[in-house]
């Protein structure tokens, strides 16, 4: 089992700690600061944070400005309210590739008791199908600490997604990123289970349990959904000659569709992928429940590496 960590609150903490370090960094919250964590940022740097109100779309044209301007802006609400700039930030963000930050918070079923309105199950989608957008998914505290300086470092439009649950510590200080970059967690023969955010600590409890029943999976941490390590993936699919795919969102358009789409024509292997199918969510108390009522289970990710291998 793992420890757990406040994703959100290291975000707040992270972001503020590299502003005061970053005089460019200009952070815009759409009323939910207290929320998502921005207050750090307030408290260090009242000057540079800037709350539009519940105005998603004119936080996101906004923030453009800023970044014409030459500030980089970091934008925030929940995940699933950004749909509601999804014109914004498009045109303004992705078509004019401008320096602009987008971070989904309460990201996937995490805001798990506020229900299906407020789980964000086809960000990744939208985010991922607009040229010059980048996707990120962090697995635990340590990864989202590491990865704003890169974020803010990394010249472009940025999507990233922190969860409103606590999340298992899995990596340690000296966890190294790089956007684009899988990392290997576990090495294996026979099956690749490939994962990220809160799916990535049930995938190697998966990879234990296949352990003790003589199936060797290799376990991949891919935290950049786009652009997508290919030569990664290419190698585990030659490799291990199946592939699982697990994450905290719809099986339409998210990780398992990029894998998929980067493997179907060079390597055609066996895909299986765990996520929330096509349907809506429901309220609970708490996450943990939902991942496994909407087949995110560690016992699905192990019936799944199953099938893949019987499909060799």
Known sequence: MFDLDNTRQIFGETLAEYGVKNKKIVVLAADVSSSVMTTFFAKKNPERFFNVGIAEAGMIDTAVGFALGGFIPFTNTFAALFLRATEQIRTCVAYANTNVKIVGSFAGLSDAKDGATHHSIMD?????????????????????????????EHEGPVYIRISRAEMPIIFDEN???????????RDGNDVTIIANGHLLS???????????????????????????????????????????????????????????????????????????????????????????????????????????????
């Open 124 to 152: 990744i989608a939208i985010m991922r199908a607009m040229p010059n957008m980048t996707v990120i998914v962090p697995s635990d505290s340590i990864e989202v600490k590491k990865m704003i300086p890169l974020i803010a």
């Open 202 to 312: 049930r995938s190697l409890e998966a990879a234990d349990q296949l352990n003790s029943r003589g199936i060797k999976a290799r376990v991949v941490n891919l935290h950049t959904v786009k652009p997508v390590d290919k030569p990664l993936l290419m190698k585990c699919a030659r490799e291990t000659g199946a592939v699982v795919t697990a994450e905290e969102h719809s099986i339409i358009g998210g990780l398992g569709s990029a894998v998929a789409e980067t493997l179907v024509g060079e390597i055609p292997v066996p895909i299986k992928m765990v996520g929330v199918a096509d349907t809506f969510t429901e309220s609970a108390k708490d996450l943990d429940p939902l991942l496994d009522k909407y087949g995110m289970s560690v016992e699905d990710i192990v019936r799944a590496a199953q099938q893949a291998m019987k499909q060799k």
């Open 175 to 185: 966890h190294k990123m790089e956007i684009g970059k899988g990392v290997v967690m």
